[in-house]
């Protein structure tokens, strides 16, 4: 009986291994190994084809963090963080909260609102230029005004933010309605009993119970709002004059790595980047307890 124990056992252990290695292996050679070579890159200064790479210790950091074009990066990426992740966060939470009710049609407005999500980013960005246009734009043309949306340097990073909110909305909600059917009728029921409002019912009860999924969507959004790539250079053209004041930090890894081939300046922009989301995940990590509510 023990040997048919420790068979069985055994069993279990390579079995684990050989279903858990797959995910092992890519998470190492697509996650990992890419990360200590992008640090390692940041010492050098890359020759022709990234061949001959010059040793230069500190030099990119100290040049990035005295570059005028990375602080307005740096600056321009938060503001974006900063209008995008909020308003799309309520805005979702507050549609899952309408369409968790009974009504008709209900699937059909979700299906609707999620489709953003399955839509090609080429395609978004091309139906986005036309609406933000100046001359025939369709919003321009519904609100009778003229709005240059993509070259007014005060405005145009919203009209970027605006597309991000619209492409978030269907996701952040999707996983909002799910959090919402997993809380029990029993509260909903108890806080009629006690007088609550609606309001009053979705503030004090239903939001401290689905916490756990608002930090979740919080943190993830964070992170992809400071990775905002797409959405910029696919609707800002490089030729645009106020480009300066949009493009965002991983727009400025792409042209100084890719464009301009000076890999070892275009990792630095990476890892600073990569500081900058760590540090203010660990900030939310430390404010976590405070406020998310989970079932002991």
Known sequence: MLTLTKKKAREQFVWGWALILPTIIGLVILNIIPIFQTIYLTFFKTGAFGLNNIFIGLANYKKAFNDVIILKAIRNTFIYMLLEVPASIIISLLLAFILNQKMKLRGFYRTVIFLPMV?????????????YNTEFGLINHIFHINVSWLTDSRITLVS?????????????????????????????????????SKFMTFYKVVLPIISPTI??????????????????????????????????????????????????????????????????????????????????
């Open 215 to 296: 930090y979740f969507v919080l943190v993830t959004r964070i992170i992809a709002a400071m990775q905002v790539f797409d959405n910029i250079y696919m609707v800002m053209d490089m030729t645009n004059p106020t480009i300066d004041n949009t493009q965002s930090l991983v727009m400025l890894f792409f042209r100084y790595s890719f464009v301009e081939g000076n890999w070892g300046y275009g990792s630095t922009i990476a890892i600073i980047l990569l500081i900058i989301v760590l540090f203010i995940t660990l900030l939310q990590r430390g404010f976590e307890r405070k406020w998310v509510f989970y079932d002991d």
């Open 160 to 196: 970027v933010a605006i597309i991000g909110i619209w492409s978030a909305i269907g996701y952040n909600m999707v996983l909002f309605l799910a959090a919402l059917q997993d809380v029990s009728k029993d509260y909903y029921e108890a806080a009629e009993l006690d007088g609550a």
């Open 119 to 131: 839509a090609a980013p080429a395609a978004v960005a091309m139906v986005w230029k036309w609406l």
